[in-house]
């Protein structure tokens, strides 16, 4: 959808209200959008989805991972260096940062733990995105505007290092976000669900 904006000198919209903010309803979902996991070896695994499965690498961080794709979309997976290999989050595309918004403050009615991270906008992906927990306290991303890759000759990896390779504006990532808190529990295969 279209959506018209005003700013510094520019009226695109006059006499009525932004559309996005007479939208009610439940959000939903366009699709999954991306997954992210931790590795034990990102190098393997970089290998097996790039050689194995066709995907092509889009950014990387220095040390740390890479941003992979199978689509048009920036990236599918994010691969991480981890102590040992599990799902991080899911990432879930909807039209447009009101949606994410709106989606985001939908969950966290009557919920306020499940706010993780965000409001924000990566670097990487350029997308706008709202990290919560589910009800099962999985990591679960709301995002939209996401780079969209049609020609590999006229996109060039980067590789960011820092916090380039995490947001370009928005609040600093909370620390159970870098590391999550079931990660020693997972370690030792002592995690119970529920």
């Known amino acids: ?4 904006y005003n700013g510094p000198g520019r009226v695109e919209r ?3 209200r932004a559309p ?3 939208r009610s309803g439940p959000v939903r979902p366009r699709r999954l959008g991306h997954v992210v996991m931790g590795s034990t070896d990102v190098d393997a695994t970089r290998r097996f989805l790039t050689a194995g499965l066709g995907f092509k690498v889009s950014d990387e961080i220095k040390g740390e991972g890479a941003f992979l794709r199978c689509s048009t979309d920036h990236h599918n997976v994010l691969v991480l260096r981890a102590p040992v290999a599990f799902l991080h989050h899911t990432s879930w595309q909807v039209d447009d940062i009101d949606e994410v918004g709106r989606g985001a403050s939908a ?17 990487a992906g350029s997308n706008f995105f709202w990290y919560l927990k589910d009800p099962a306290g999985n990591f679960s991303e709301y995002f939209s505007d996401m780079d969209s890759i049609l020609d590999d000759q006229l996109w060039t990896p980067e590789t960011f290092t820092g916090a380039q390779g995490l947001f370009n504006w ?3 990532p909370p620390p159970s976000f870098l590391r999550p808190d079931d990660l020693a529990e997972l370690m030792t295969g002592s995690h119970q669900p529920g």
Do not use: F, I, K, S
Request: glycine share 20%; charged share 20%.
């Open 170 to 172: 928005g609040p600093p």
């Open 14 to 16: 006059a006499g009525a």
């Open 107 to 123: 969950m966290l009615d009557g919920h306020p733990e499940r706010h993780v991270w965000g409001l924000g906008r990566h670097h």
């Open 1 to 4: 959808r279209a959506e018209t």
């Open 20 to 22: 996005g903010v007479l």
